[in-house]
């Protein structure tokens, strides 16, 4: 297959969108683009109609603080069986660092307030509160097939996994999860939860593709070769901060 179409739809646009996650729905949609693949994003903000939610292909949804969460938490719970059932079917996604949170058991903030969460990752954050660094700064993690993944944290919370979840991969510069256990977001069937903003896709392009790959692959049940693209602007960024970090 060449072509194909795809939906992505982006949850909480507005309101979870930091640190420039906005890029990742860029860059999968040119990704697609250059390859003949008609994409559509949808974006899902709060009080969408879970008929859109079905419709998707792809799942996105990024950071914020606290204060967000907060607000988008109820609409979030509303749309948790539908959610939790694309999940477990295997429907891909990326959720970064406040969503990545938001699919674990629950968000303790900083303020030492329970977030309710989705519950479908194996996985609770606690945020230690004030008295207590937040996280912050360029990072680099290791994925189980030796591949290197550059991003950016900047985060509160401490996160914990369950047996029932893999981490997305081994810390090799920064925090990751908890700054204790040197493991770095997660992974469940085709979703990735991870802290990495920056956005985390542009100057990991592989990443990319194994997100629109999966999704591909989903919909029209079939193996799928994604054709390959000039990577070398996105890999020379890779490439330096790797080397800023001495990696
Ligand atoms: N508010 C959460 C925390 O501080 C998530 C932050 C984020 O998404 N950047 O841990």
Redesign the pocket.
Known sequence: MKTGNLIIGWLYPELMS??GDRGNILVLKKRCQWRGIKVKIIKLDTGFDKKQLSMCNLLFMG????KQ?QIVVSDLMEKRTELKRMIENGIPGLY???AY?FLGKYYK?ADGTTIASLGIFDLFTV?PGRGFS?QIGASAVQLPNKQIIVGFE????RTYLGKTVKPFGKILKGFGNNGADQTEGAVYKNSFGTYF?GPVLPKNPGFADLLIKLALEKKYDSPINLSPLDDSLELQAHTAIINTLKI
Do not use: E, P
């Open positions: 930091t640190y950071g914020a603080q606290d969460q970064i660092c406040g949170q903030d945020n937040r900047n985060h509160g919370g903003h």
